[in-house]
């Protein structure tokens, strides 16, 4: 989504609000860092760019849907995500190696990128289907949450054997 910027620019504006849904790029940044992660419903965006006596800044607000696999148990999660960013907005005054401004090309904003850059920090790591997931068994591949299976348990490394002397 690219928002034109002249009425900001021209004082016309004070604020201009938009609402849009994209779903993310499968070759873009996002679905390349999150690639176990599947967009398929899209992503809500709404918000507003206001200036201010020459200052500007953008205001988000994020609604995404999400299903991947869950970290230990690779059973199916669906997560869900809402949240809200501002960014400021500098003209070419400001060095363009500065990440704390978004900036104008030919008087137009795009604002994909600082929705996907704010997606990458905010999505967690890893998603787990609850709290106290157990996992897989290491041996034979069982879901521990359905309940345990009949591998027996290790005792751990034989060559640590000696440590467990000194707990007695």
Known sequence: MILDMMPLLCGEKNKIEFEFSYVPD??????????????????????????????MFLHEDIHVEYSTACARCAEPVDGKMELSFEKDIADESVSEDNDDYIFLEDKKLDLIDPTEEELMLELPSKTLCREDCAG?????????????????????????????TLLK
């Open 26 to 55: 499968k070759n873009g940044a996002l679905c390349q860092t999150f690639s176990d992660i599947d967009f398929s419903s899209p992503v809500k965006v709404s918000g507003y760019v206001k200036s201010m006596a020459g200052y």
């Open 136 to 164: 897989l068994c290491v041996k034979c591949g069982k879901n521990l949450n359905l309940g345990k299976c009949s591998c027996k348990q290790s005792e751990g490394d034989p060559r640590l054997q000696i440590l467990k």
